[in-house]
């Protein structure tokens, strides 16, 4: 088959299965290998997985593009800093991973106006591309359903074979769900500051980052800091995990051995897909939701 499509749930080890499945084609250099996805943290802790750079990295590493990169969906156009190419990827494995939010991210994001239609173009060739050459399609996704398998199948303008994979496995884990009414996260964010006194340690995910967000991350940080002050924070957005003089620079890519070291941690969806916290250090998750991100991006954030 050449469209092969997996929905497992979240922490099942999509990822995993994807490292050992191109791990001989990376090794022998046989086939390129490209990932395509819709956050940056996500592209940079999964290609490093693989074995492969991101499109960032290209020029640090001795391979460079030789056996493929992972980049997001955003740079998938000739003027972008990969410079694409679609003809370059001739017989390549090509997966999406989180499909259903890199389509909602290409045909929703602000980051893909500009260049949306250039980059669906884009796309459609190189996925024609691919299969006419002997490659392969790899979608992978919690929440897959029909819209994206329907999605690729029309920028090739046909369906070729496909092979369909569905992990029904559900989780023993129980875990005990309270809902806040209301608009107004304040009598939430009360009930926090109630358990972080009792020295409780807290996730709290919320959907905005900018200044200008009253809920978002860098207003709640300076909240917690100014009322709170031996209080250990972690600040995790696009802003502070790139910036090298912050201390969550780079962390997505060792998030367990850094979210031990704090007391709350306030996060952007920045970590919402393709990250695991696995270590048991939170005593609850918390999060403020406003309306920004799908459906099925808060449930993977939670």
């Known amino acids: 088959a050449q469209l092969i499509a997996v929905k497992a749930p979240k922490g099942c080890g999509k990822t995993q299965w994807l490292q050992w499945l191109t791990a001989p084609q990376i090794s022998s250099g046989e086939r390129r290998t490209l990932l395509i996805t819709h956050r940056i943290q996500l592209g940079l802790q999964t290609t490093n997985r693989l074995g492969i750079p991101f499109v960032s990295q290209l020029k640090d590493t001795e391979q460079g593009s030789l056996f493929g990169y992972g980049l997001c969906i955003d740079s998938l156009h000739p003027q972008s800093q990969a410079k694409f190419t679609p003809r370059e990827w001739r017989g390549a494995w090509v997966i999406i991973d989180e499909i259903q939010q890199v389509i909602w991210h290409l045909l929703s994001s602000s980051t893909c106006q500009k260049e949306r239609v250039v980059i669906i173009k884009t796309l459609k060739e190189l996925l024609q591309t691919v299969v006419e050459t002997g490659g392969k399609i790899f979608l992978c996704d919690a929440d897959l359903n029909d819209i994206a398998i329907e999605f690729i199948e029309g920028l090739l303008g046909y369906s070729p074979e496909r092979f369909l994979l569905v992990n029904e496995f559900k989780f023993n884990d129980f875990w005990t769900i309270y809902k806040f009414g209301g608009k107004n996260p304040a009598g939430m964010i009360a009930e926090l500051e109630h358990r972080l006194q009792n020295g409780e340690k807290a996730l709290l995910c919320v959907s905005g980052q900018k200044a200008k967000s009253r809920w978002g991350t ?22 502070s995990v790139a910036n090298p003089e912050h201390e969550a620079f780079g962390c997505t890519e060792n998030l367990n051995k850094v979210v031990v070291n704090y007391d709350l941690v306030v996060s952007s969806p920045t970590v919402e897909t393709g990250v695991s916290i696995d270590v048991q250090h939170f005593n609850g998750v918390w999060l403020i939701g406003q309306g920004v991100q799908t459906a099925d991006g808060v449930r993977q954030f939670l």
């Open 218 to 239: 860098q207003v709640l940080e300076e909240h917690f800091k100014r009322k709170y002050p031996t209080l250990k924070i972690l600040r995790i957005d696009s802003e």
